[in-house]
């Protein structure tokens, strides 16, 4: 026991890995296996489903880091030391040990494959997406008069739940009084829009809503929005199912022909 003290106060924290060097050594290659194992199996279902490229790189990364500390720890602890206190152990109190840590690296080699499948999920499976402007992509909507363009971000306005949803509209443009089946909040991101309650426009009266300004109206709630001369972007929140009634049918494009 003398000896074994002496050792452990030369070597600090490695002195009891040293006590485990050839179950260390089991464990590794097992965790190794594991790692290697999940990350070609992240790898093939990120490809398989389309994953993206940074959600791959980052959970390879940390996988890389979880294998390149394991390597490590070993070489640190791979010592004549080791070999030393191996010989003094019992053999129980090895085989013990050996069974802790081969559990010890097997669940954290587990964690960091799981963290691969968790990471997928989150970012495809949950809907979770990141866009850059440049990303938006605006098009004709037939609900709108015409010169109104709109970007889907989220969600699905025909069936249950939130959606959101960006509109672009041009200089003197104006959406004739209507109302929405559900809730919705607008959002002025750029420009001004001017809102009015009511089922008559009424441009003289209402309220200009600069870049910042927001809206919100409760389901069923007549109003008229419109723009001056600047083209104006603004971003609406709502719960579908979801549909633009115009007050006056005859306003509504889509009877048109």
Same mark, same amino acid.
């Given at each position: 026991?003398?000896?074994?003290?002496?050792?452990?106060?030369?070597?600090?924290?490695?002195?009891?890995?040293?006590?485990?060097?050839?179950?260390?050594?089991?464990?590794?290659?097992?965790?190794?296996?594991?790692?290697?194992?999940?990350?070609?199996?992240?790898?093939?279902?990120?490809?398989?489903?389309?994953?993206?490229?940074?959600?791959?790189?980052?959970?390879?990364?940390?996988?890389?880091?979880?294998?390149?500390?394991?390597?490590?720890?070993?070489?640190?602890?791979?010592?004549?030391?080791?070999?030393?206190?191996?010989?003094?152990?019992?053999?129980?109190?090895?085989?013990?040990?050996? $069974?802790?840590?081969? /559990?010890?690296?097997?669940?954290?080699?587990? &964690?960091?494959? !799981? *963290?691969?499948?968790? %990471?997928?999920? @989150?970012?495809?499976?949950?809907?979770?997406?990141?866009?850059?402007?440049?990303?938006?992509?605006?098009?004709?909507?037939?609900?709108?008069?015409?010169?109104?363009?709109?970007?889907?971000?989220?969600?699905?306005?025909?069936?249950?739940?939130?959606?959101?949803?960006?509109?672009?509209?041009?200089?003197?443009?104006?959406?004739?009084?209507?109302?929405?089946?559900?809730?919705?909040?607008?959002?002025?991101?750029?420009?001004?829009?001017?809102? $009015?309650?009511?089922? /008559?426009?009424?441009?003289?009266?209402?309220? &200009?809503?600069? !870049? *910042?300004?927001?809206? %919100?109206?409760? @389901?069923?709630?007549?109003?008229?929005?419109?723009?001056?001369?600047?083209?104006?972007?603004?971003?609406?929140?709502?719960?579908?199912?979801?549909?633009?009634?115009?007050?006056?049918?005859?306003?509504?494009?889509?009877?048109?022909?």
């Amino acid at each position: 026991m003398q000896q074994l003290e002496t050792i452990r106060s030369k070597q600090g924290m490695c002195a009891a890995p040293h006590g485990n060097a050839v179950a260390w050594k089991d464990a590794l290659g097992l965790a190794l296996v594991v790692a290697t194992a999940g990350s070609l199996a992240f790898l093939a279902i990120g490809h398989q489903l389309h994953a993206s490229s940074r959600v791959q790189q980052r959970r390879a990364e940390e996988i890389a880091s979880l294998l390149a500390t394991l390597r490590k720890d070993e070489a640190n602890c791979t010592t004549p030391a080791a070999d030393t206190v191996q010989a003094e152990m019992q053999p129980d109190q090895q085989a013990v040990q050996g $069974g802790t840590m081969r /559990k010890m690296l097997v669940a954290a080699a587990m &964690m960091a494959v !799981a *963290g691969t499948g968790f %990471a997928h999920d @989150a970012s495809e499976a949950d809907g979770a997406k990141e866009l850059a402007p440049a990303e938006i992509v605006f098009r004709d909507d037939p609900a709108f008069p015409k010169g109104a363009q709109t970007a889907l971000l989220h969600g699905d306005p025909t069936k249950p739940g939130l959606f959101i949803l960006r509109l672009k509209f041009p200089p003197n443009y104006l959406v004739p009084p209507h109302t929405h089946p559900g809730f919705e909040t607008v959002t002025v991101l750029s420009g001004s829009m001017g809102s $009015g309650m009511g089922k /008559k426009a009424d441009l003289t009266k209402g309220k &200009m809503l600069d !870049a *910042g300004g927001m809206l %919100a109206l409760p @389901a069923n709630h007549a109003h008229y929005v419109w723009t001056t001369d600047k083209e104006t972007i603004i971003q609406v929140a709502a719960v579908g199912p979801f549909d633009l009634i115009y007050i006056n049918p005859e306003d509504d494009p889509r009877t048109k022909k």
